[in-house]
Antibody, heavy 121, light 107 residues
C-alpha cells in the first residue's frame, strides 16, 4: 500500500527551529516529486515546496521561498520541512503529498495525514 | 501565476440533490493540469478528479468533472451524506495553486 506517514504534532515558541517529516512507503521513492502544503486554521490549502528525491532538486512557491527548507533523505525515504525561526503565523496544519505524472496528467494522488504545528509564547 | 476562484463559497443542498461547483482561472491552461480534491473535517484532502474530467480510483461515478481553458466545474449527481465537505480545485503550475474552496453543506 502506498503511504505517506507524517510526524506528530509539535508545539514551539516563536524564534525556535523545527523540522517535521513525511515518510513514504509502498512505491519507488525516487520516481515521484513530493512536497508540502500549509493549511492555516479555518483556511484553504497553499502549496509551499516540492522536491525530487533522485537529485534533491527543489521548487518553492514564491510566498514560501526563504521561509522554509525542504529536504530529502533517500536512505529512509523521508522528506522533511524545516524552519530556522518560527513565527506565530506559522501555526497551521501541514500536509505532504506525492505528485503523480503519467505522461499526460499531473496531480497529487497520495496525502499524509497532516502535522499540526502550533507556535505560541 | 494562475489564480483560481471557486464559486460559490458555500453551497447548501439536501441529500439526493445535484451539486455543481465552479472553478474559474485567471488565465487559460491545459485541462491536464486541473484537479479537484475533497476534504472532510479533520482529514487530509483526497483526490477526486484529475485532468479536469477523470475520476480517481475508487471515486463513485456520481462525481464528474468538465471544462477547459479558464472554466472548470465539478458535478455531484445525487448527494450522499458523505459528500458534504470542502472541495478544492488545483492547477499544477509552478506554485501548484489551489482555489479558496467551496464548502458543500447540508441544507
Amino acid at each position: 500500500e502506498v503511504q505517506l506517514v507524517q510526524s506528530g504534532a509539535e508545539v514551539r515558541k516563536p524564534g525556535e527551529s523545527l523540522k517535521i517529516s513525511c515518510k513514504a512507503s509502498g512505491y519507488t521513492f525516487t520516481k515521484h516529486w513530493i512536497g508540502w502544503g500549509r493549511q492555516m486554521p479555518g483556511k484553504g490549502l497553499e502549496w509551499m515546496a516540492i522536491i525530487y528525491p533522485v537529485d534533491s532538486q527543489t521548487k518553492y512557491s514564491p510566498a514560501f521561498q526563504g521561509q522554509v527548507t525542504i529536504s530529502v533523505d533517500k536512505s529512509t525515504t523521508t522528506v522533511h520541512l524545516q524552519w530556522s525561526s518560527l513565527k506565530a503565523s506559522d501555526t497551521a496544519m501541514y500536509f505532504c503529498a506525492r505528485d503523480f505524472y503519467d505522461g499526460t496528467y499531473y496531480y497529487k494522488d497520495v496525502w499524509g495525514q497532516g502535522t499540526l504545528v502550533t507556535v505560541t509564547s | 501565476e494562475v489564480v483560481l476562484t471557486q464559486s460559490p463559497d458555500t453551497l447548501s443542498l439536501s441529500p439526493g440533490r445535484r451539486a455543481t461547483l465552479s472553478c474559474r482561472a485567471s488565465q487559460s491552461f491545459s485541462s491536464s493540469l486541473l484537479a479537484w480534491y475533497q476534504q472532510r473535517p479533520g482529514q487530509a484532502p483526497r483526490l477526486i478528479i484529475y485532468g479536469a474530467s477523470n475520476r480517481a480510483t475508487g471515486v463513485p461515478d456520481r462525481f464528474s468533472g468538465s471544462g477547459s481553458g479558464t472554466d472548470f466545474s465539478l458535478t455531484i449527481g445525487r448527494l450522499e451524506p458523505e459528500d458534504f465537505a470542502v472541495y478544492y480545485c488545483q492547477h499544477y503550475g509552478y506554485s501548484h495553486t489551489f482555489g479558496q474552496g467551496t464548502k458543500l453543506e447540508i441544507q
